[in-house]
């Protein structure tokens, strides 16, 4: 890698505005990214590998990790924890890497504040309705917590403003080029 110190890329949306699959294919066609795996203590989803989409921990040692400063950012959402590991980010930062957050709007606020360097980009789900069906064509949430997650994204969608990009995702390939094109424009 060259001498470029990498930069830190916040991406948060609404649950089910398919934030990871657009990642995803960013990360497929970006070779200076690396992708930070968030620390979680929800529970798996199936087909959900401990390392992979997040790593899954206690509420114990979520709180431990807390009183440790082992985190960027952290929040409680829909009940469960979410963090994103700080020596991780340091390490390819320093080796000239670009790294990719998927945090939500709570931790996109703490990153801001620790980094204000970290560029951010909202993820905009294609309406309210399309997200409805996304969240429950999933079928893992029980109907209070699609009530819930329906709630918080329409307080979320308000604060799309905070956010240096709005990237609409009414197609992955798209919205993927989008960001793409931003990580390469902030690299100039």
């Known amino acids: 890698m060259s001498k470029h110190i990498g930069k830190i890329y916040v991406i948060s949306a609404p649950s089910g505005t398919g934030k990871s699959t657009v990642i995803a294919e ?5 070779t200076n990214s690396k992708f930070s795996v968030s ?19 206690s509420r114990d040692t979520f709180l431990d990790m807390i009183e440790k400063d082992q985190f960027l950012e952290y929040a409680e959402y829909a009940g469960n924890f979410y963090g994103t590991p700080i020596e991780p980010i340091r390490e390819w930062n320093s080796q000239g890497y670009d790294v990719i957050l998927d945090i939500e709007v709570k931790g996109f ?3 801001k504040e620790k980094v204000p360097e970290a560029i951010a980009v909202f993820l905009m789900p ?4 399309e997200l409805e069906r996304r969240l429950r ?9 699609i009530q819930k997650r329906l709630k918080i994204a329409a307080e979320e969608l308000k604060l799309s403003e905070d956010y ?12 993927a080029e ?11």
């Open 39 to 57: 620390a979680t203590t929800r529970a798996p989803r199936p087909g959900e590998k401990d390392g992979t989409e997040y790593v899954f921990v």
């Open 126 to 129: 294609p309406s309210m309705e």
């Open 109 to 111: 606020k703490q990153v």
């Open 26 to 30: 960013v990360l497929k066609r970006s």
């Open 137 to 145: 064509s999933r079928g893992t949430d029980s109907e209070e917590t």
């Open 164 to 175: 240096d990009y709005v990237v609409l995702n009414d197609e992955v390939s798209l919205a």
């Open 178 to 188: 989008k960001i793409i094109n931003i990580i390469e424009s902030e690299r100039e």
